[in-house]
């Protein structure tokens, strides 16, 4: 085995497996509800008419 091949085999391997570990974490921690979703899905529906949206159900994902 080289030694490139040697380095190849962690880096591919655990580093994955580490970059997978945390988007599974920041997903799960992430605030998004149903609710507040679709509260989201109306203010940018309303933005997009050229209205002034409430953003006080979204405010924690701003």
């Known amino acids: 085995m080289h030694a490139v091949e040697?380095?190849?085999?962690?880096l591919f391997g655990y580093g994955t497996v580490f970059f997978l570990a945390v988007?599974?974490?920041?997903a799960?921690?992430?605030?998004?509800?149903?609710?507040?979703?679709?509260?989201?899905r109306e203010?940018?529906?309303l933005?997009?008419?050229g209205k002034k949206p409430d953003e006080t159900?979204?405010?924690?994902l701003l």
């Open 6 to 10: 040697a380095g190849r085999i962690p």
């Open 23 to 26: 988007s599974i974490v920041l």
């Open 28 to 40: 799960w921690l992430y605030p998004m509800t149903r609710e507040r979703h679709d509260a989201l």
């Open 43 to 45: 203010c940018l529906r």
């Open 47 to 49: 933005k997009k008419e």
């Open 57 to 60: 159900d979204i405010r924690e």
